[in-house]
């Protein structure tokens, strides 16, 4: 049997790490369980090759993710 998530957000990513972290370890737990671990890895993305390596670790997790958007007109 395959668990489901749901992931409701009100705000965006505001460039911080901390909260890419927390959504990738909701979604994939498996995958993003040492918050140390990513922390040290991305924390502080100064370089254009840790940003790409950011990319290549998330990618592959978003790609696979069904999104559903609400939209609401007023």
């Known amino acids: ?12 990513l505001q460039n911080n790490v901390d909260e890419l972290f927390s959504l990738l370890s909701f979604l994939e737990p498996r995958q993003f369980s040492s918050s140390e671990a ?23 997790c978003i790609n696979s993710w069904k999104f559903v958007y609400f939209v609401r007109f007023i």
């Open 1 to 12: 049997m395959k668990e489901h998530r749901v992931l409701l957000t009100g705000t965006p």
């Open 38 to 60: 990513f922390m040290a890895e991305f924390g502080r993305l100064e370089t254009e090759s840790q940003v790409d390596k950011l990319k290549a670790v998330c990618c592959p």
